[in-house]
């Protein structure tokens, strides 16, 4: 069974900084595109970043900028930088690799950005 296990999330002020991780099986790691999607309250799942292992990174027009995905692949491990935090960044923010047809999520980290 494929786990994501994801770490970091927590309540930070606007303009605020967060990490997120991601640590994967080696063998998901080597082969699948990773990628941060969040659903705040009300709201569909959008993507956030995608990182494919030879393909450029993706970011959604709303994070650029401030967002940074990086993968290490000696921890086999995600990150999401997130800096410059908004309110409207509040979510669950959740792992997924992705090959083909076939994909995984992680459980998913609460991010809350409030005063």
Known sequence: QVQLVES??????????L?????????VFSRYTMGWYRQAPGKQRELVASIPIY????????????????????????????????PEDT?????????????YWGQGTQVTVSS
């Open 8 to 17: 970091g999330g927590g309540l930070v002020q606007p303009e605020g900084s």
């Open 55 to 86: 393909l450029p990174i993706t970011y959604a027009d709303s994070v650029k900028g401030r967002f940074t995905i990086s993968r290490d692949n000696a921890k086999n491990t995600v990150y999401l930088q997130m800096n410059s935090l908004k």
């Open 91 to 103: 979510a669950v923010y959740y792992c997924n690799a992705r090959r083909s047809s076939t994909e």
């Open 19 to 27: 990490i997120l991780s991601c640590a994967a099986s080696a063998d």
